[in-house]
């Protein structure tokens, strides 16, 4: 199940001595967390309060992931039962979130690897990263560009919100829909056309936000015409097709 970032995550862990199979427990005890960006942490049994003892033999820790992405963990225990186990903890963006930083203007982009995951591979190793980085296609620089194409296209759908308008945390929603749908018109077009792609249910649900931020402004706002011409491909794509 994953988890969401700030989220706390706790973890347990049980030693077993290698003859009885009985909970047994180490001398020394460390966690080591990879974040999704590549940073180590090391944690240790009796150094701070993320790591504590909760019954013979068992250990757990306790944290609050501030990436969103795939973390890798590894407990390290020395004594009867000296050895390593290790795994991994898949943390999402919060697409709903508008509480991130003082600029909401445009979403993240994990909030976008949130929605299309699969898409996070490494180049070189198919391995699912969680997140666009350097080494993904598209990168992260490419979706950062999506980002602010969408944002343009949605403002043109539904116009300059105010500052404290309710609609601000639906709009960030349908441009972050609306980048997943460029992603796909322009890495994975062959999917698309074959039916394998989330491409056709993100804009369903991009159609829907708009709708209803249309709907929700007051009366006077100015009647737009033509809803969905602008959405309905990527501006790249579209582009490329009337060339």
């Not at 347990?12 to 005890?29: I, K």
């Not at 699912?128 to 759908?157: K, N």
């Not at 300059?160 to 308008?165: H, M, N, R, Y």
């Amino acid at each position: 199940m994953a988890r969401e970032v700030n989220e706390l995550v706790e973890l347990e862990q049980t030693f077993r001595h290698p003859e009885t199979g009985e909970p047994t427990n180490v001398d020394t005890l460390t966690l080591e967390l990879r974040s999704p960006s590549g940073e180590d942490v090391t944690h240790t049994l009796g150094q701070g309060d993320t790591l504590e003892r909760v019954e013979q033999g068992t250990y757990r820790a306790s944290w609050r992931p501030t990436e969103a992405g795939t973390w890798h963990y590894r407990w390290r225990g020395t004594g009867l039962v000296d050895g390593t186990r290790a795994g991994e903890v898949f943390v999402e963006a919060t697409a709903f979130d508008d509480t991130d930083g003082a600029d909401d203007t445009i979403p993240r982009v994990e909030h976008v690897a949130g929605l299309l995951r699969s898409r996070t591979r490494e180049n070189g190793t198919g391995r699912i990263l969680g997140m666009f980085t350097d080494t993904t296609t598209p990168s992260r620089r490419d979706v950062e560009g999506y980002l602010t194409e969408a944002a343009g296209i949605v403002d043109a759908e539904i116009g300059q919100l105010e500052e404290t308008s309710q609609h601000r945390p639906a709009r960030r929603r349908a441009i972050t829909l609306f980048a997943a749908v460029i992603v796909e018109d322009n890495h994975f077009s062959d999917e698309v056309e074959a039916g394998r792609s989330p491409r056709d249910r993100h804009y369903a649900l991009y159609e829907r936000l708009i709708k209803a931020i249309l709907g929700g402004l007051n009366d006077s706002t100015p009647n737009r015409h033509g809803f969905g011409a602008l959405a309905a491909k990527s501006a790249t794509r579209a582009a490329a097709e009337q060339g």
